[in-house]
C-alpha cells in the first residue's frame, strides 16, 4: 500500500474551496466575540467596571468571571489557569473580560468604555530570576542510572558548561479560532481548531455547568497547529462557548495574530547545565544534566514535555552513567505549551551539544564521535530509563547517509574553503534523531473509530484523530480502504466529531495514524467478519451441497468472494445491499490501544515507548561571519519511516519538520521587554523560515526495506522527529564560526543562532584567538 497519493483535501487547500472554522457558513445573527487581556505581567485587578460598556450600541454581551456558569477553570491537567481573571493577572495576555457584538468596531468601542485599575506586583520573566527564587512549579523530577559521581570523578576528561535554548512560536497559519452556536435547552454546538476536541468538549461543559452530552464539538480541519491548539484552543473555545451561552446567539472569536501572538504559549526556553566524563577516543563515560524549563504562569503541559526531555536527553546514544534532573518554573509569562518535539528538541540540544564539545576537546569529527556512541544491537542497548531498544536503525543510516551524503569528501572541502576565505566560512554537521513514539501518559495511547458503509458501497469513516495538515485523514482513507479491499474513492474520512466517537485523546506525540488507523482497522476487521458470516450463510444456503466457509471470503478489488467457489463473488456495493436485506448492521465501533507499554514515572524507570523513530542529516552551510548571514548550502536527511503508508506525505512531514526546526534553531527568536510585553508580536519581528531559507540542495530520502512491527500496516510515525535533525543546521553554523578560528578556540554558542548570536560569538572567537597568539609570541620571545 506504499503509495503517494495527494492529501485528501491538496486541491481544495489550493482553490480555497477548503473549510477552515472562519468559513463555515453561518446565519446573520453571529456575533463576534472579543477578548480583553491584561496588559500586566502581574497585577491586582482593584477595580473591574463593565457598565458602561455594555450600554454601547450592537453590544450584546459584556462578561466577567461573575457571569461564567459553571467552574472558571480551563487547566487541562492541573486545575491552575483561569478562564477569566479574578483578582489577579499574572502574565500579559491573560484574558479579563469578554465582548460579543455584531462588528468588531462595536467590541473595540464596548473595549475602550472597560474600566480596570491595575496594582502593579513584582514580575519574574525568565529563567535566572525563577531559578534564583526558587519559583517551581512543582516538585523536582530525576532519572538516573549507574553511579555518575565516581564516573566522573575517575573520566579522564570532563567539560561541562551551560546550553540556553530559545522559545518557539507556532505560527500556525490559521490563528486560534471557534465558532459556538447554541441548540435547543443547554445544547451547544462547537466548531473549533483544535487538537484534542473531547477535552475543549468536557472543558466547556464544565464552565457552562452543563453535561458532556450536551457539548458536540466538530473539527474539520486545522490550518496547522503544531502542538498550539493542543492545550490552548480550549480557552479561545471556552470564551466564545461562555459568549455564545450568554447571548443566545452564534458567537466567533478568531484571534488577530498580533493578539495570538502576544496572549499564547510557546515552546519552553530552556537552560541546562551539564557536566561529561569521556575517554581519550571519546567515548562518553557518564553526564550529569539539570534541565530547568520556563513553563510561564501555569503548569499546562509543561511536565510531561520536561519529562520528555528528560528521557530524550540519551538522544541516539549510550551513556553508561546518566543522571538528569528536570526542573519546571513558574514565571509571569503566558502559560508554556506543547511544541512538535514536545521538550524532546530541548533535550537533544544537550547531549548534541556535548558531543560536539567533546569532538572538538579531542579535535576529532564529530562524526566519529556521534557513530562511536550510537546505541548498539545487542549491546550498550538499554536507555537510562530502563527501556531496550529494539529494531535499532541507527547505525544502517549512518552508513547509508554518511556514503549518499558524500561527507568525508564534503568535510574536506570544507576545510579547504574555509582555509581560502577570511570572512565567509563553511561548516557541516551529521545528526542523528531517536524518538520514542507514545504518549509518555500511557493511558493517553488510546484511539477509537466509528466506521459506517451504506447500501451504495461507500464507506464513512469516524475517528477520534483531527486534522492539521499532517495528512492524517489520507492515510486513514488508505488504511480503512487497504483493509477493506476496496478502492480508495469509495472511503471518505469525514470530520472528527466528539458526539461520533467520544473520550479521545489529543491528536499529538506524533501518534495519529498509529491510534487512530489501528482503531480503524479494528472496526474494518469486525465488518468483516460480520460480512463474512451473513455471506457464507447465505451461499450455503443456496448450495448446501458445498458450502462456504466464512474464513474462505475475502475482500479484494471492490469483490467479495469465495476462494474455494470462485463463481460465488458479488461487487462490495451488491453485497452491501444483501447485507442490508439479511439486517446485519453496516456500522461497527473501533478502538486500540497501545500494548505492552507503561512506566513507573516517580522512578523513571520502565517502557514508556511502543517504539523509536530514527533518521539523520548532513546538513552544510555558508556562515557570513561579519554578518552572521547564513545559507543552508545542501541538507541530505534520511528518515525511518518504516513501510510509508504514502511517501509524499512522509517527505512532506519530513521536510516540513526539518525546516521548523532550522527555524528554532536560527531565525526565530522570541523577546519579552523588561515589563513582560512580547516584542516579537507580528511577522515583521519574528522571522520564521521562508522559501528563500529553504537548503539550495535538498535531498530527503524515507529508509528503505525496514518494515516497523509495531504499528498499522508495518509503518511508522513521522510527524515530530524530523524537527531535530534541524540541530545538524545549528552545529553546522558552530562548526562555521569555529572555522573562523581555525577550530583552536572553542566558540560560544545558544540556540537560535540567530545572525547576532553568530556575529558576536566569531568576533569573541577571533578576539580570543589574537589574544592567545600574543601570549604564546610572548612565551616564545
Ligand atoms: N504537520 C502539519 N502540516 N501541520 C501541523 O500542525 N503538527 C505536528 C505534526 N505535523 C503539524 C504537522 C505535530 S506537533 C504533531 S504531534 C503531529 O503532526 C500530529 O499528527 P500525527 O500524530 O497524525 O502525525
Ligand atoms: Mo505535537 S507537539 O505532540 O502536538
Known amino acids: 500500500m506504499t503509495t503517494t497519493i495527494p492529501h485528501e483535501s491538496a486541491t481544495k487547500h489550493v482553490t480555497g474551496e477548503a473549510v477552515y472554522v472562519d468559513d463555515i457558513a453561518v446565519n446573520e445573527q453571529l456575533l463576534v466575540g472579543r477578548v480583553v487581556y491584561s496588559p500586566h505581567a502581574h497585577a491586582r485587578i482593584k477595580l473591574l467596571d463593565l457598565s458602561e460598556a455594555r450600554k454601547i450600541p450592537g453590544v450584546h454581551a459584556v462578561l466577567c468571571h461573575k457571569d461564567i456558569p459553571g467552574h472558571n477553570q480551563m487547566g487541562p491537567v492541573v486545575k491552575d489557569e483561569l478562564c477569566l481573571a479574578v483578582d489577579t493577572v ?34 519574574i520573566l525568565d529563567l535566572e530570576t525563577a531559578i534564583a527564587r526558587n519559583s517551581l512549579l512543582g516538585p523536582p523530577a530525576k532519572i538516573e542510572r549507574g553511579d555518575v559521581d565516581t564516573a566522573l570523578r575517575t573520566a579522564p576528561h570532563v567539560l561541562h558548561g551551560t546550553l540556553q535554548t530559545g522559545a518557539q512560536e507556532h505560527w500556525y497559519l490559521e490563528s ?28 466547556i461543559a464544565e464552565l457552562l455547568g452543563v453535561a458532556n452530552h450536551e457539548v458536540v464539538v466538530e473539527v474539520r480541519r486545522m490550518g496547522g497547529a503544531f502542538g498550539g491548539k493542543e492545550t490552548q484552543a480550549n480557552h479561545t473555545a471556552c470564551w466564545a462557548a461562555l459568549l455564545c451561552k450568554a447571548t443566545g446567539r452564534p458567537v466567533k472569536i478568531r484571534l488577530f495574530r498580533d493578539d495570538d501572538m502576544i496572549m499564547t504559549g510557546k ?8 557536566e561529561v566524563g569521556f575517554d581519550d577516543d571519546g567515548t562518553l563515560l557518564a553526564a ?39 526542573q519546571a518554573y513558574k514565571t509571569n509569562l503566558p502559560s508554556n505549551t506543547a511544541f512538535r518535539g514536545f521538550g524532546g528538541p530541548q533535550g537533544m540540544a544537550v547531549i548534541e551539544t556535548i558531543i560536539d564539545r567533546v569532538a572538538r576537546f579531542l579535535k576529532k569529527d564529530a562524526a566519529d564521535i556521534r557513530r562511536r556512541n550510537f546505541y548498539g544491537i545487542g549491546t550498550r ?15 544502517t543510516i549512518y552508513e547509508q547517509l554518511m556514503t549518499s551524503s558524500e561527507y568525508e569528501k564534503r568535510r574536506r572541502e570544507v576545510n579547504a574553503f574555509n582555509q581560502q576565505h577570511e570572512f565567509t566560512k563553511k561548516g557541516i554537521a551529521i545528526t542523528p534523531v531517536k524518538f520514542g513514539i507514545s504518549f509518555t501518559t500511557s493511558f493517553l495511547n488510546q484511539a477509537g473509530a466509528l466506521v459506517n458503509v451504506y447500501k451504495d458501497g461507500t464507506v464513512l469513516v469516524n475517528h477520534g484523530g483531527t486534522e492539521m495538515g499532517q495528512g492524517l485523514h489520507t492515510k486513514i482513507q488508505q488504511i480503512a480502504a487497504a483493509e477493506f479491499g476496496i478502492s480508495l474513492h469509495r472511503v471518505k474520512v ?25 482503531a480503524v482497522k479494528n472496526a474494518v476487521d469486525i465488518l468483516k467478519a460480520r460480512f463474512a458470516d451473513a455471506l457464507a450463510e447465505h451461499w450455503t444456503a443456496l448450495h448446501p451441497e458445498a458450502p462456504t466457509r466464512s474464513n474462505a471470503i475475502i475482500i479484494s478489488n471492490d ?61 552544510e552551510v555558508l556562515v557570513d561571519i561579519l554578518t552572521g548571514r547564513h545559507t543552508l548550502l545542501r541538507t541530505d536527511i534520511l528518515h525511518d519511516v518504516g513501510d510509508s503508508l504514502n511517501p509524499g506525505i512522509d517527505i512532506g512531514q519530513v521536510e516540513g519538520g526539518y525546516i521548523q526546526g532550522v527555524g528554532w534553531c536560527t531565525t526565530e527568536e522570541v523577546k519579552w521587554d523588561d515589563k513582560g510585553n512580547l516584542m516579537t508580536h507580528s511577522p515583521d519581528t519574528y522571522k520564521i523560515p521562508t522559501v528563500q531559507d529553504i537548503p539550495i540542495d535538498f535531498r530527503v530520502a524515507l529508509l528503505q526495506s525496514s518494515p516497523n512491527p509495531n504499528a498499522i500496516r508495518r509503518s511508522k510515525a513521522v510527524a515530530e522527529p524530523p524537527l531535530m535533525l534541524a540541530l ?42 589574537v589574544r592567545d597568539h600574543s601570549i604564546h609570541n610572548a612565551v616564545v620571545k
Open 728 to 769: 545538524s543546521a545549528w552545529l553546522a553554523i558552530k562548526d562555521a564560526i569555529s572555522a573562523a578560528a581555525n577550530h583552536e578556540v572553542e566558540p560560544e554558542f545558544s540556540l537560535p543562532a540567530t545572525n547576532e548570536v553568530i556575529v558576536m560569538s566569531a568576533e569573541k572567537l577571533r578576539r580570543e584567538l
Open 288 to 326: 550529569k544534566l539539570q534541565l530547568n524549563s520556563d513553563g510561564g504562569a501555569a503548569v499546562d503541559l509543561s511536565f510531561a514535555i520536561l519529562q520528555r526531555a528528560m528521557l530524550h536527553v540519551d538522544n541516539a546514544y549510550f551513556v553508561p552513567n546518566l543522571s538528569v534532573v528536570g
Open 267 to 274: 515552546r519552553h526556553r530552556f537552560l541546562s547545565t551539564y
Open 559 to 619: 469483490t467479495i468472494a469465495d476462494t474455494a467457489h470462485p463463481e460465488r463473488s458479488l461487487s462490495f456495493p451488491d453485497a452491501m445491499v444483501l447485507m442490508n436485506l439479511k439486517q446485519v448492521s453496516l456500522s461497527a465501533t473501533g478502538f486500540y490501544k497501545t500494548p505492552d507499554i507503561g512506566w513507573d514515572k516517580a522512578k523513571g524507570f520502565g517502557k514508556p515507548f511502543h517504539y523509536f523513530s530514527y533518521g539523520m542529516a548532513v546538513t
Open 176 to 203: 486560534q479560532v471557534c465558532l459556538c452556536i447554541a441548540g435547543e435547552g443547554n445544547e451547544m454546538n462547537v466548531y473549533s481548531s483544535t487538537q484534542h476536541p473531547s477535552e475543549t468538549q468536557h472543558l
Open 494 to 518: 469525514n470530520a472528527t466529531d466528539t458526539s461520533k466517537v467520544p473520550n479521545t485523546s489529543a491528536t499529538a506525540a506524533s501518534a495519529g495514524t498509529d491510534l487512530n488507523g489501528a
Open 381 to 395: 542497548d538499554v536507555t537510562h530509563y530502563g527501556q531496550k531498544i529494539e529494531h535499532n536503525r541507527l547505525s
Open 90 to 123: 499574572t502574565f500579559i495576555g491573560q484574558a479579563i473580560a469578554l465582548i460579543a457584538a455584531e462588528t468588531e468596531e462595536q467590541c473595540f468601542e464596548a473595549q475602550r468604555h472597560i474600566a480596570i485599575v491595575y496594582e502593579p506586583l513584582e514580575t
